[in-house]
């Protein structure tokens, strides 16, 4: 098997956190050029300050780490503090990193990357879409470089923002429209299917169980995450959002979805934000996504626990 090239765009965010370790976990299947952040979850210098961390958490400091866009397109920053905690990777203390940080932007990597592939490129984003759209914006072409888009983001269904909006297209809707309307092979794994994946304590426990830095570190910040969801939505446990499209990059046998045609609101207040998908697409609106729905959450906690078991 030739390992997938796949880079990585993020906002750490423990969630992303988790999802990087599961990438990084996975050499054989991943050849990773590159990771690049954007302001999120946190503000851009913590964002990028997490994404190296984990790296070297993960010992893979030979992974480069670009800081991207500090702001969606248009509107200003809103961030999730109070779900991830003031460091965004609440939960863990983990080591400054060691390598510093390349000069190249975040917007310009992704060009050179896509523009001069030799095979095209994977591109996870598990954050708002504003790197991504300003690549699109200053160079369309990076199309012809992009073998498919897996966006964790969006909802079939209400939002954790608003009731209408999920976090990464609240962001930045402006940007998500970019996406969407780009004509790129799009996938997007939205809160109905992350919403199946709990940190139940039980599955807590078999990672704290790996006996490792980075089982404790996961752990660590497992119990931290997501207890406002958990209030909010009356969950089991808190949803594992950004790992289930690392986790549908190496097993899409654990997942099922349909062709839609996606579109995302960007007028109003009350719907700014939100994914429209119409699963009946027509002539005037053909599928321009993959929507995901439905995920064996079971066969995804035991992929995440062996593979982290990896490091
Ligand atoms: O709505 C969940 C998404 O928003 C996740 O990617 C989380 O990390 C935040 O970025
Ligand atoms: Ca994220």
């Excluded at 370790?21 to 954007?38: C, H, I, M, N, Y």
Aim: aromatic fraction near 4%; hydrophobic fraction near 45%; charge should be negative.
């Amino acid at each position: 098997m030739i390992p997938r090239p796949l880079i990585i765009d993020c906002d750490p965010g423990v969630d992303d956190a988790i999802a990087l370790l599961l990438a990084l976990a996975s050499p054989a299947e991943f050849d990773l050029l590159g990771v690049t952040t954007v302001a999120g979850n946190v503000p851009l210098s913590l964002t990028t300050a997490n994404a190296r961390r984990i790296c070297h958490l993960a010992q893979r400091a030979d992974v480069p780490v670009y800081a991207g866009c500090p702001r969606p397109l248009l509107r200003s920053l809103t961030t999730a503090e109070d779900i991830h905690g003031a460091t965004g990777l609440q939960g863990a203390a983990l080591p400054e990193p060691a390598l510093p940080l390349p000069a190249q932007h975040a917007v310009a990597f992704l060009i050179e990357q896509f523009t001069t592939a030799s095979a095209p490129i994977t591109l996870a984003t598990l954050g708002p879409l504003t790197n991504l759209a300003v690549a699109l914006i200053q160079c369309p072409k990076i199309a012809q470089g992009i073998d498919r888009v897996v966006i964790m983001g969006g909802s079939l269904g209400g939002g954790n923002v608003t009731p209408a909006a999920e976090f990464n297209i609240y962001v930045d809707p402006h940007a998500a429209k970019v996406v969407v309307e780009a004509g790129l092979p799009l996938t997007m794994i939205g809160l109905d299917v992350t919403h199946q994946v709990v940190t139940t304590p039980e599955r807590l426990t078999a990672l704290e169980n790996l006996g490792t830095p980075v089982g404790k570190a996961a752990a660590g910040m497992l119990r931290y995450y997501g207890q406002l969801d958990v209030e909010r939505y009356g969950l089991a446990a808190p949803p594992l959002h950004d790992p289930c499209v690392v986790a549908y990059l190496l097993r899409p046998d654990l997942f099922t979805g349909r062709p839609m045609h996606l579109a995302i609101e960007t007028e109003g207040s009350l719907c700014l934000g939100r994914t429209v998908a119409n699963a009946y697409p027509t002539a005037a609106a053909p599928a321009n996504a993959t929507v995901i729905e439905t995920v064996d959450a079971e066969g995804f906690y035991t992929l995440l626990t062996e593979r982290l078991g990896k490091l």
